[in-house]
């Protein structure tokens, strides 16, 4: 029963490029959220999505960051036109349902470094 | 909205000495507590939960939390740490209300010496 998989886990990218950073949620898992870990800060929320819908973007930067998480496959996080700030580790995490108490099972993250 | 405070950036503590790491949190409405692990270059892992019931709950690796609702925290301890406790340790909440997400606090980087 694998975990939440998020892939790649280390992801180098230069100023002007386009970062995608995926994740599959634990199986049996239709909630999926995303976090931003700044180094030496803690985790901060960006998105919230289930299948197809966009939950909860209040964490989402305005420009150049979307989510999405099609019926089919992981979801994506992607970075248009990336800058040096945008280097971070992003976190992927998954819950079974909409209820707090289930807690969320994260991923191992992938740590994205703009040069 | 949820804040959630831990007090201490960084603990510095002896092996086989006792730790307590302090989280307060702040909410108008009533939370489901956590507490996560991240060890490094890792994804964060769940310790312990507090949901309802008896105050006092016991995680894994031998913590425990106690809930105070008075003094809304939730402070994190281990009696004996061990070198592979090195780690950073979040607090987070969550409303009980469905459709919410979980909010952290900055961490707190526990540093276990020889």
């Known amino acids: 029963n694998a975990g939440v998989m998020q892939n790649p886990r280390h992801l180098v990218r230069r100023r002007g490029q386009e970062a995608r950073l995926r994740c599959s949620p634990m199986k049996g898992h239709s909630h999926v959220y995303w976090y931003r870990q700044l180094p030496e800060e803690g985790l901060k929320f960006m998105v919230y999505l289930q299948k197809e819908n966009i939950i909860d973007e209040s964490g989402m930067p305005k420009e150049r960051f979307s989510a999405e998480f099609p019926k089919e496959g992981p979801s994506i996080l992607r970075i248009q036109q990336v800058v040096r700030g945008d280097s971070a580790a992003y976190f992927c995490a998954s819950s079974p349902s909409e209820a707090g108490g289930d807690g969320y099972t994260f991923g191992s993250g992938t740590r994205l470094t703009v040069v | ?114």
């Open chain 2, 1 to 114: 909205a949820q804040s959630v405070t831990q007090l201490d950036s960084q603990v510095p503590v002896f092996e086989e000495a006792p730790v307590e790491l302090r989280c307060n949190y702040s909410s108008s409405v009533s939370v489901y507590l956590f507490w996560y692990v991240q060890y490094p270059n890792q994804g964060l892992q769940l310790l312990l939960k507090y949901l309802s019931g008896s105050t006092l709950v016991k995680g894994i690796n031998g913590f425990e939390a106690e809930f105070n609702k008075s003094q809304t925290s939730f402070h994190l301890r281990k009696p004996s740490v061990h070198i592979s406790d090195t780690a950073e340790y979040f607090c987070a909440v969550i409303p009980w209300a469905a459709g919410n997400k979980l909010t952290f606090g900055g961490g707190t980087r526990v540093l276990v010496k020889p």
